[in-house]
Every structure is written in structure tokens, then in C-alpha cells.
């Protein structure tokens, strides 16, 4: 501070003797520019500059209006119609005033505006730093601020305003009925101030455990808070993650890069403090990081069916594969990529609860065919529960989904089978047809659909045969 | 920051303009030329007690203010900064039946002045309950007792206040609560977040006050209902009160422990 102030004074000095000895003179090259406008206004009496409103989804579109009428202070005021409990026209009232350009926010310290209501009511919540694109990066809120029928200022601190260098979301309102009644607010006067009286802030982000993979990131945490002191009286905002700044205790488990962006490097257990600024945050986020789950370090066995006994859906072996509509159909709840050992290619599944593999638009007839085969691996540890169920769907004689004669069976595996499962080992399924007893006909087979409660499985060599 | 800069730079700028009008025209009336006569700037490491050629301590608590603090002589309470300031630190903590410790020096018996320019740097602490002064008692305390010997607050300050400090004298016929003064409030600033000049000029007949270098308050005798004591040799005192009558105590949201950092206190004599 004391070394500041003497900087301060060498660097003025300096500044008046250039002054003195330049005479008239002003040289203005290497100033810097702002890189973006630095407006504080965001409704005075009409939007700030290039300010344009954006209701939020499902909420009362016709909300918002210009009321000459009702003013704190000038021509016009914002109002918000908020709509009673089961309004036709929209649950709540809400949206953004968006500068899509963006504003450098940097030189203040609050954002203010003056409110009143119809009839005493809570605001449910209003801030800024929300562009409405659901990528907003910096939002502050303050929730259920109690508003009556007299003009109120009210004081939105900005946590850390350095990080508002371009900033679209310049105020956002939401809110809904009261005790199930409608009302009207006024908004007047937002904008941006150096109020200069903000100061002390004591953030919080909520203590927890995570629990991800090696190779995971994440980018922010719910929960944020911080308490600014304004002008001698506590105020308390919900704030973004982005404003903290996150520090690892072990910077190979998990290291926090330039962006902020916090990833998971090695397996272990690393800590996570944050500060607010200079200033440590309470709270601390313990990152548990496992490894990734094992890979297949062995291709499935090679087939020893011959060629002319086979129609594959999936396999390297067979000269051709019948076309498949998807590998994961756009009902099932999977993830779905090619894995590739050696010269084999598999198919990955994770996140797997269902998956739907999808021949519809070829059916196969596996009329002449006995069994279905496939290939399994799976990295998960078993328990006596573990399942893992095989179904068949024909779409019978007339070839279409949903044609009346649809039929199906699903066939439940387990440690306990033939085959048993394992985990981190191959397991061949060689089942014949006749097995999957609630089938009508297997020469209209459309679909086949894995599932039962493991999450990784990769699968190979899928193919009837006789 | 930015408003202290263009604050400096005006200053600046004016004492430039001034000394060229010095040099150049002939002097306007005399203005007072003080030489610096006893100083602390708190150099020295971390964790080290003030010079004990310069400050005593006040160990105790009460004050006759209600004041909630014990006032001790730990570094824990009172030690230089390491970065060339003092900290008296007020915390949350139960000690001789107190719950709050913090500190209390002063100059008796090792420094006092009658007249000149008594001026200290600090960055005050903030919230509520938190009373930390920056002033002078009459040296005569023991004998004539109080008010009779004199109070002159050079600063005070609430800190659930944070833009706002006090002046004030006490004195026969006005102490307590009847004190003369006024208050200073700094515009779109707080006095917890950098540092501030807390200046008295003291004369035969007058006592100036200042925040940063504008002045706020003149007294002088005649601003007085009781007699000017303000005519013998007075020392210093810097604490940091917790609770007390002036400022209540503090509150759940109170944030302990709280600082009041002192980067220097500095007496001038007037030479003209």
C-alpha cells in the first residue's frame, strides 16, 4: 500500500514534469483503448445502449413494458407484469437485458437500480452477468429481496470486478406470483456504479466431494456465495465459481490450468481452496480421482464359424457385415464408439443402461441360422446381482415396427449362467436361436438390445450363424 | 485507488503551482513551517513489539467504556507488521475473563508535546463493535484527574461506520457524551481499505483537524462551554476498543480477528 502511494507519487511527478517541459503538447500513442464501452447505464429512462430485452423460456413473453407513469425519477420506468398463479399466459415473469457486444465492467463496483412493487411481495431473484446464450460465465444473484409499494435502492455488489472485461449480461429479473396473487414491479435506474463504499468480501463455496475419472475437467461448481460489506451493512450474494480462483494441493492428482479449468490428471485424492481474489474463500471442494476403467488388452477369440454358416452384423472376421441402421438407437440410453486393438475393432459402449442396435431397414432372415453369437468384455467388478440381458425383436411377416406381429425375448445372464459372466475377461455368447422362446419367427429380426445394469461393455463379433 | 491517484495528482499539481508562484511573486501570509520532532514508522520484522523507548502499554480492559477487550502487551495483540507497520489486533478469545483480547499503547512517561502537529497513517479495521482511536490524554490525568486534564481525539471511529470518522475534545464541562466535534465523512471511499492521514494541528489557541490533508474542524476556545485545557503537554495513544458505550458490541457477523494497521505517527513543532 505504502509503496503504491510512492509509486503513485514518482509516477505523477514524472507525469507533471513531461507535462511542464511538453508544453501544449499531448501524445497520445501507446494509450491504452478500451476494448470494449465501459456505459454504465442499463435503463434510465429507455435500454441502455445496446441493450435489448430477452425473455426467458416459459415465462410470460408480454411482461415487460415502458411506464410513463410510474417513475422514481425522468420520463419512463421498466415494469414487469408478474402473472398469478396458473396464468395461462406464463408461470413467472423474467428475463435479460443483454448487451450482446459485451461491456467492460471493471471499474465498478455495483450494480443499483430502485424497485417498488404493487403490493408488498419478495423478488425473487435479480442480478446481472446472465447474456441469455446458457453459456454465461459471471452471474450474480441476490433472491427474495422484499419489495413494497415505496421506490427502494438496492445494492448489487459485483464480487471481483476485474473479471468483467466484456460482459453481456447486463441485469436479469425473475419472478413469480405471491401467495398466488399477480403483481406489478417498477424498475428504474439500473446501472453501473463505483459506489466505492464495497469492500471486505468473504466468499464461500460449499465443501464436498467429487468423485471423477482421470481425464475428466471440471469447469465450475454450484453454490457460490460471497458476503460484501456496503457501506457498513452486510450483503450477501449466490455468485458464479468463476469468480474464485481454485488451488490444488496436489498438482499431479489435480492441477487447475490458466483458464481456470480444473483437470484430473492422475489418480488420488487433491484438495481444492479457493480465494476470492487476495482473499482465501471458505470452503473446500476434495476431488477424489480415480483411474479410468481397464481396456480390453486382448481382442475377442477369433471366430471359427465358416463364412458360408454366418450373416454378421459386426465382425472383422467375415468378409461382409449386413447394414445396420445405428449402433445405439435413438431411444436407448448408451454411448456408443469404435475401440480399436490391433487391427480389431470393437464396439464400445458406456454409459450403457440400453442400448438399441437397429437393422430394421434390412431385416434379417436367420431363418436357416441356429445360434447368435457375440463377444463381450466388460471392465466392471461383478456382484450376485449383476446382470446383463440379451433381446431379440422380429417384426414378423410384414417387415415393419408396430405391423401386429412384432415379437421378442430377452435373455438374462448372469455369474451364475452358462456362459458365466466375468469381468475384464472375454465372454463368448454362443446361444442358439430356439433359446429366445418368445420369438414368433427369426426371419424378420429388426433389433437387438443389450442391457441388465453393466455401464461398459465392449462388444464384438455379432453374427448368426448355423 | 483511482480517486486517491487524481487526489495526489492535484496536490501535486498544486504544490507544484505553488512553489513556481513561491519562486516567482512575492509570499502571501506566513503559513506554520513544522519541523519533525518525534516520529515511530514501525520499521523492524514481523512479530516484534513497538520500540519500548517510545510506547508503554495499558493492560486491562473496561477504560471506564464498558469496553469488552483485554488489552495486553502480546504480540498476538500488538506487534510490527514486517512491512513497516504496526497491528493492533482485536480477537475473539477468552483471556483474564475477557472474551475479546486486543491492545491499548500510549506514550506516557516516554513522549509528550504541548502544540504542534500530531499526525498517524492507518488503515482502520471494520464492523461492529469495533472502536479503534487515534488521541491524546493530558499528562496530568494522575493528578488533575479527568476530564480536567483533556482528551483530544485526534480520531475515532465506529466500525459499523466504515466512512466516517470523529474528532472531538473533552474537557471540564463537555466530556462524555457533551464532547465538542464533528464527524468526517470520506465520499465513495471507506477507511478500512487502504490507508488515511489522521492529523491534529495543535496552537496556543486553536486545534485543527485533518483527514488526508482537508481539513474538517477547527476549535478554539471560544467553540468551548468549559475552560481550554488544551495549554499543557499531552501524550498519545493508539487501541483498538471492542464493545464499549460508543459503539456497542459486536454481533454475529462480526469478523474476527480485526486489525487497525499503523504506518506511522509523527509529531511536528512549529518553527515560525
Avoid at chain 1, 201 to 209: D, E, H, L, M, Q
Avoid at chain 2, 130 to 150: N, Q
Avoid at chain 2, 177 to 194: E, K, L, P, S
Avoid at chain 2, 205 to 230: H, R, S
Amino acid at each position: 500500500m505504502i509503496k503504491n502511494k510512492k509509486t503513485q507519487l514518482i509516477a505523477t511527478t514524472v507525469m507533471l514534469a513531461l507535462l511542464i517541459f511538453s508544453g501544449c503538447e499531448r501524445d497520445i500513442t501507446g494509450l491504452p483503448l478500451a476494448p470494449y464501452p465501459d456505459d454504465p447505464d442499463v435503463f434510465i429512462d429507455a435500454f441502455g445502449p445496446g441493450i435489448n430485452y430477452q425473455a426467458f423460456e416459459n415465462s410470460y413473453y408480454e411482461a415487460i413494458a415502458i411506464d410513463h407513469d410510474v417513475v422514481y425519477e425522468g420520463i419512463s420506468s421498466m415494469s414487469f407484469e408478474v402473472p398469478a398463479e396458473n396464468d395461462p399466459r406464463g408461470w413467472f415473469a423474467g428475463g435479460a437485458l443483454v448487451n450482446p457486444i459485451g461491456r467492460d465492467l471493471s471499474e465498478y463496483d455495483a450494480l443499483t437500480f430502485w424497485v417498488k412493487a404493487s403490493m408488498p411481495a419478495d423478488l425473487g431473484t435479480v442480478g446481472f452477468g446472465n447474456d441469455n446464450t446458457g453459456n454465461s460465465r459471471y452471474t450474480v444473484e441476490m433472491s427474495n429481496i422484499r419489495i413494497n409499494t415505496i421506490w427502494k435502492k438496492i445494492i448489487i455488489p459485483i464480487p471481483l470486478a476485474s473479471k468483467l472485461t466484456r460482459e453481456g449480461g447486463m441485469f436479469h429479473i425473475s419472478a413469480g406470483h405471491s401467495d398466488g396473487d399477480g403483481f406489478m414491479i417498477w424498475l428504474d435506474d439500473i446501472k453501473f456504479e463505483h459506489l466505492g463504499t464495497i469492500a471486505q468480501p468473504r466468499a464461500n463455496i460449499p465443501t464436498r466431494t467429487i468423485t471423477a475419472e482421470v481425464g475428466d475437467s471440471l469447469t465450475s461448481f454450484s453454490g457460490a456465495s460471497v458476503i460484501m460489506n456496503v457501506a457498513g451493512e452486510d450483503v450477501s450474494v449466490s455468485m458464479s465459481s468463476n469468480y474464485l480462483t481454485f488451488e490444488s494441493s496436489n498438482d499431479t492428482v489435480v492441477a487447475v490450468d490458466s483458464l481456470g479449468i480444473i483437470r484430473l490428471l492422475g489418480a488420488g485424492t487433491a484438495t481444492l481452496s479457493a480465494k476470492l481474489g487476495a482473499v482465501d474463500a471458505t470452503g473446500t471442494i476434495t476431488i477424489i480421482s480415480t483411474p479410468p476403467p481397464p481396456e480390453p488388452e486382448t481382442p475377442a477369440p477369433t471366430p471359427t464359424d465358416a463364412e458360408n454358416d454366418v450373416i454378421s452384423l459386426f465382425s472383422d472376421e467375415y468378409s461382409t457385415d449386413i447394414p445396420i441402421d445405428t449402433w445405439s438407437a435413438e431411444w436407448d440410453v448408451a454411448d456408443v464408439e469404435d475401440y480399436i486393438i490391433g487391427s480389431d475393432t470393437l464396439k464400445k459402449y458406456f454409459n450403457l443402461v440400453y442400448g438399441g442396435i437397429l437393422f430394421e431397414t434390412n431385416t434379417v432372415d436367420a431363418s436357416e441360422m441356429t445360434h447368435i453369437h457375440l463377444d463381450v468384455w466388460t471392465p466392471n467388478t461383478l456382484s450376485f446381482s449383476t446382470l446383463f440381458k440379451i433381446k431379440l425383436v422380429d417384426f414378423g411377416a410384414n417387415g415393419v415396427y408396430d405391423g401386429g406381429d412384432d415379437s421378442e425375448h430377452e435373455l438374462t445372464f448372469s455369474s451364475f449362467t452358462n456362459p458365466a459372466l466375468v469381468s475384464q475377461g472375454w465372454i463368448s455368447f454362443d446361444i442358439p436361436l430356439s433359446n429366445f422362446t418368445g420369438l414368433g419367427g427369426t426371419s424378420h429380426l429388426a433389433q437387438l438390445v443389450i442391457s441388465g445394469g453393466l455401464d461398459i461393455v465392449y462388444v464384438d463379433n455379432i453374427y448368426f450363424h448355423k | 485507488m483511482k480517486r486517491q491517484f487524481k487526489h495526489i495528482s492535484f496536490l501535486l499539481f498544486a504544490s507544484v503551482a505553488a512553489l513556481m508562484l513561491i519562486s516567482c511573486g512575492p509570499s502571501g501570509p506566513a503559513e506554520p513551517v513544522w519541523e519533525l520532532v518525534w516520529q515511530d514508522e514501525f520499521e523492524g520484522p514481523a512479530g516484534q513489539l513497538p520500540d519500548s523507548s517510545k510506547w508503554t502499554y495499558d493492560i486491562g480492559t473496561d477504560w471506564g467504556n464498558a469496553q469488552l477487550e483485554y488489552d495486553t502487551d502480546r504480540p498476538e495483540n500488538v506487534s510490527l507488521d514486517g512491512d513497516g507497520n504496526l497491528a493492533i489486533v482485536a480477537r475473539r478469545e477468552s483471556y483474564e475473563g475477557s472474551a475479546y483480547t486486543s491492545a491499548r499503547i500510549l506514550t506516557r512517561g516516554k513522549f509528550t508535546t504541548a502544540y504542534g502537529k500530531i499526525e498517524a497513517s492507518i488503515k482502520l479495521p471494520w464492523g461492529q463493535g469495533i472502536w479503534p482511536a487515534f488521541w491524546m490524554l493530558g499528562d496530568d490525568f494522575e493528578t488533575a484527574g479527568w476530564p480536567a486534564c483533556g482528551e483530544i481525539d485526534i480520531m475515532e471511529y465506529r466500525g459499523q461506520n466504515v466512512s466516517q470518522i470523529l474528532g472531538t475534545v473533552h474537557g471540564p464541562g463537555y466530556s462524555g457524551a457533551n464532547g465538542v466535534g464533528a464527524t468526517y465523512d470520506i465520499v465513495q471511499d471507506r477507511f478500512d481499505t487502504g490507508f488515511h492521514t489522521f492529523t491534529v494541528e495543535w496552537g496556543v489557541d486553536y486545534l485543527k483537524w485533518y483527514v488526508d490533508g482537508l481539513i474538517f474542524l477547527t476549535i478554539t476556545p471560544d467553540d468551548l462551554p468549559g475552560e481550554w485545557v488544551f495549554d499543557h503537554a499531552f501524550y498519545i495513544i493508539l487501541n483498538l476498543a471492542v464493545g464499549g458505550s460508543f459503539v456497542g458490541p459486536p454481533n454475529q457477523f462480526t469478523v474476527f480477528p480485526q486489525t487497525m494497521l499503523i504506518d506511522y505517527v509523527r509529531v511536528y513543532t512549529e518553527i515560525n
